[in-house]
């Protein structure tokens, strides 16, 4: 892994209301790492995300990429600054082909690119994700796992300096989660850099070379994963659910 700072976000606070939903979160992520982002229930990793994406602004606080403040400008532009996220529930749009689904991300990349090297992008990253062959069927002709693996292809398309994954590996079975977990540590092998939010602890342990554990909007701890899984403090949070 490079010694290359890619991801600081300092301060970073979202209040909705009266709540503080993320409370000055801090934390830097390395060009290769793959860092895990835990924490209960209403924690605020997913707010947390979106401010990293741009779908929500900060209160306060800001996200910066390779020196670059990405805070204040719009989703498009964050993206094509090179942050590419996954949802939690899957969203791919029920109407365009796997391959036509991932062309619509190599489109809104970084690289502005014609149709015809869109469709090549769009061809070799679902590949890369598995889905070779199959690239012409609709998301209601596929398994579960599979349409995963659209949403997938699609945000690397933009071949991302970074890539959110939003509890990607939520609601597969064991099988599935095991071949998962393997095409992510494929993408960590190719240098890939990921902040993941996740809870499946096998997948945590075996993936993330870091972790930052959140409660109640505020950053709980951060370390490996045996140091984090360990701590007395991350245990009562998640007892606390
Ligand atoms: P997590 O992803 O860890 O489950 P969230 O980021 O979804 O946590 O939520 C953190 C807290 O912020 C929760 O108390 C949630 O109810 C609240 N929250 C999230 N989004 C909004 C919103 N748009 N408006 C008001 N409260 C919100």
Redesign the pocket.
Same mark, same amino acid.
Request: no cysteine; aromatic share 4%; hydrophobic share 45%.
């Given at each position: 892994m490079s010694n290359h700072l890619l991801l600081s976000i300092a301060g970073l606070t979202k209040v909705?209301?009266g709540?503080v939903?993320?409370n000055q979160i801090s934390f830097d992520i390395q060009a290769g790492e793959v860092v895990g982002l835990l924490?209960?229930?209403?924690? #605020?990793? *997913? *707010?947390? /995300?979106?401010l990293i994406s741009g779908a929500?602004r900060p209160t306060q606080g800001s996200v910066t990429l390779e020196g670059r403040r990405l805070t204040g400008l719009p989703p498009h532009r964050i993206a094509a600054t090179g942050v590419a996220r996954t949802f939690q529930l899957v969203r791919v749009l029920p109407s365009l082909s796997a391959l036509e689904n991932v062309m619509v991300g190599a489109v809104f990349g970084p690289d502005q690119v014609s149709p015809g090297a869109a469709r090549a992008v769009a061809r070799s990253v679902l590949e890369r994700v598995g889905l070779g062959g199959r690239e012409h069927l609709h998301p209601a002709e596929m398994t579960y796992i599979d349409q995963k693996r659209i949403e997938l292809a699609r945000a690397l398309a933009a071949d991302p300096r970074i890539l959110l994954l939003d509890e990607w590996l939520a609601g597969l079975n064991p099988t599935e989660l095991q071949t998962g977990i393997e095409l992510i540590r494929s993408l960590q092998a190719e240098g890939r850099t990921v902040l993941m939010?996740e809870h499946v602890m096998d997948a945590i342990r075996s993936l993330c070379d870091r972790c930052v554990v /959140?409660s109640a #909007?505020s950053k709980l701890a951060e370390g490996t994963p045996a140091e984090v899984l360990a701590n007395p403090d991350v245990i009562r949070a998640y007892l606390g659910d």
């Open positions: 909705f209301g709540l939903a993320v924490g209960p229930n209403g924690s #605020g990793k *997913t *707010t947390l /995300m979106n929500l939010v /959140m #909007g």
